[in-house]
Antibody
Framework: EVQLVESGGTLVQPGRSLRLSCAAS????????MFWVRQAPGKGLEWVAGISWNSGTRGYADSVKGRFTISRDNAKNSLYLQMDSLRLEDTAFYYCSKEGVGPFQHWGQGTLVTVSS | QSVLTQPPSASGTAGQRVTIYCSGSSSNLGYNSVHWYQQQLPGTAPKLLIFSNSQRPSGVPDRFSGSKSGTSASLAISGLQSEDEADYYC???????????FGGGTKLTVL
């Protein structure tokens, strides 16, 4: 069974940094592209970033480009999101997601990042 | 303002058929597939319902169906059940943005 478990979400001040992690199990991690998707409280889903199986291709939403970095460690079956220069509008649940038959086929339960002074 | 446009709400009674629409442009739905997601409660994990316009992943009931024509797509739910009450999102790749885009979501109420 595919399992994606996010961690690292917390309360952080504007301008500070935070690193999210996603531990994957139940599938061959190195074979699949991975994503981060977020959802602000009371709002819809927003794609944040994606990374190919070998880290050769990475993409970012305009709202986070230059501030967030997606990475992965296939040896550790882990996905990461380094978030720098955090803003109030980055407050959201952050979901780790795996591609499959379609994009975002499997999802973790999410981790909450709150940016507030 | 989302790149893909969905009505904020939809409703139907148990047993009815309901259709949710998603409108885009040539840079997304015009040349790329649409995918649909169900989220039972905000802050909980969404579920892939339909991929590549009309395909259902294993385990998704055939009450759910999808279609796409030009720059518009739709998700139909037949035999509406109370457990179908949820938020539904469409998504597609956008060539101009070089990224994935979601619709704003449609909240389905089963009356």
């Amino acid at each position: 069974e595919v399992q994606l478990v996010e961690s690292g979400g917390t309360l952080v001040q504007p301008g500070r940094s935070l690193r999210l992690s996603c531990a994957a199990s139940g599938f061959t991690f190195e074979d699949h592209g991975m994503f981060w998707v977020r959802q602000a409280p009371g709002k819809g889903l927003e794609w944040v970033a994606g990374i190919s199986w070998n880290s050769g291709t990475r993409g970012y939403a305009d709202s986070v480009k230059g501030r967030f970095t997606i990475s992965r460690d296939n040896a550790k079956n882990s996905l990461y999101l380094q978030m720098d220069s955090l803003r109030l509008e980055d407050t959201a649940f952050y979901y780790c997601s795996k591609e499959g038959v379609g994009p975002f086929q499997h999802w973790g339960q999410g981790t909450l990042v709150t940016v507030s002074s | 303002q989302s790149v893909l446009t969905q009505p904020p709400s939809a409703s139907g009674t148990a047993g009815q058929r309901v259709t949710i629409y998603c409108s885009g442009s040539s840079s997304n739905l015009g040349y790329n597939s649409v995918h649909w997601y169900q989220q039972q409660l905000p802050g909980t994990a969404p579920k892939l319902l339909i991929f590549s316009n009309s395909q259902r992943p294993s385990g998704v009931p055939d009450r759910f169906s999808g279609s796409k024509s030009g720059t518009s797509a739709s998700l139909a739910i037949s035999g509406l059940q109370s457990e179908d009450e949820a938020d539904y999102y469409c998504a597609s790749w956008d060539d101009s943005l070089s990224g994935w885009v979601f619709g704003g979501g449609t909240k389905l109420t089963v009356l």
